[in-house]
């Protein structure tokens, strides 16, 4: 059984930098693209950064282009998030996610962890 674990989260000052990890435990598997997901309390989970291992390409929302920084590497499928800047907005449970097999659509998930950014 494949799973992603994700860490790194904390409680943190606006202002404040965090570094989140992203590695698999379980069964060795080759993933096309990860990316981190974000769920803030009340609201819909919503996308934050992606990264493609073969182009390498990175692909980021809005709200966070310019402050976050997602990389990693396959073949140990282990991805970050440097997350720079940090406001209130940022807080959220932050998730990890994979797409194993090349089928566009991430498949894999892991738990999350929490971020929490103090005003």
């Known amino acids: 059984q494949v799973q992603l674990v994700e860490s790194g989260g904390r409680l943190v000052q606006a202002g404040d930098s965090l570094r989140l990890s992203c590695a698999p435990s379980?069964?060795?598997?080759?993933?096309?693209?990860m990316a981190w997901f974000r769920q803030a309390p009340g609201k819909g989970r919503e996308f934050v950064a992606a990264?493609?291992?073969?182009?390498?390409?990175?692909l980021y929302a809005d709200a966070v282009k310019g402050r976050f920084t997602i990389s990693g590497g396959n073949p140990k499928n282990t991805m970050y998030l440097q997350m720079n800047s940090l406001n209130a907005e940022d807080t959220a449970v932050y998730y990890c996610?994979?797409?194993?097999?090349?089928?566009?659509?991430?498949?894999?998930w892991g738990q999350g962890t929490q971020v929490t950014v103090s005003s």
């Open positions: 996610a994979a797409d194993i097999g090349g089928f566009g659509t991430y498949n894999r």
């Open positions: 379980g069964r060795t598997f080759k993933s096309y693209a």
């Open positions: 990264i493609t291992w073969s182009t390498g390409n990175t």
